[in-house]
């Protein structure tokens, strides 16, 4: 079946603008998980949403960045006023629980802010 | 809080050769292990993971892991490297009890040489 499907894979903005990352998890799955990947890094956790709501935020760096999923499958992370310093890889991943069920990961959005 | 370390940031091994990628976690209990491969432009696919029970763990691709409770370490190995391993390698811990983010360390870069 279809994986975990990310839209755009890349992106490039300018400092101060607004953007907006889309993920498709992979349908049935309830746990969906934003991850931001810097060069030379691993994976850092940004957000976790089980079903509709955001069962944890604490990865998010700041008020700049919002993510959404409000009918519990499709899920937007947004970001205002982008800094050089935003320019990642953004990952997405979801699973069919958040207990001990696999994170299946999408290809990524690279953002680049200039 | 959970951590881990990969203290090789490459590696080289020719083709055909063994293969030995190091992981090193901090966690207060047996965690749940997970090793994901990222080659370029694509996303974590997962090689293996360990839950509970036997120590050894089987993947994809001819991959093995051993979870070590006294070393605190879930190598990577591969008896026989292929060109097409080159890629690279995150080690991730879980906590294993209720909800846990998983944390990623910053990745091994493998080259496989001639």
């Known amino acids: 079946g279809a994986g975990v499907s990310q839209t755009p894979s890349n992106k490039v903005t300018e400092k101060g603008k607004y953007v907006e990352l889309r993920c498709d998890p992979i349908s049935g799955h309830t746990a969906l998980y934003w991850y931001r990947q810097s060069l030379g890094q691993g994976p850092e956790f940004l957000i976790y949403?089980?079903?509709?709501?955001?069962?944890?935020d604490s990865g998010l760096p700041n008020d700049r960045f919002f993510a959404v999923r409000p009918e519990g499958s499709v899920s937007t992370l947004k970001i205002q006023r982008t800094e050089r310093g935003d320019s990642a890889v953004y990952l997405c991943?979801?699973?069919?629980?958040?207990?001990?069920?696999?994170?299946?990961f999408g290809p990524g959005t690279r953002l680049t802010v200039l | 809080a959970q951590s881990v370390t990969q203290p090789d940031i490459h590696i080289t091994v020719s083709e055909g050769a063994s293969l030995e990628l190091r992981c090193n976690y901090s966690?207060?209990?047996?965690?749940?292990l997970f090793w994901y491969v990222q080659s370029p432009g694509q996303g974590l696919q997962l090689l293996l993971k360990?839950?509970?029970?036997?120590?050894l763990v089987q993947g994809i691709k001819g991959f093995e892991a051993e979870f070590k409770r006294s070393q605190s370490s879930f190598n990577l190995r591969k008896p026989s490297v292929h060109w097409s391993d080159a890629a690279e390698y995150f080690c991730a811990v879980k906590g294993n009890s209720g909800y846990s983010t998983l944390t990623f360390g910053k990745g091994t870069m493998l080259l496989v040489s001639p």
């Open positions: 966690y207060g209990a047996t965690p749940y």
């Open positions: 949403f089980q079903g509709t709501g955001a069962a944890d």
């Open positions: 360990y839950f509970s029970g036997d120590t």
């Open positions: 991943a979801s699973s069919p629980d958040d207990i001990t069920d696999t994170q299946y």
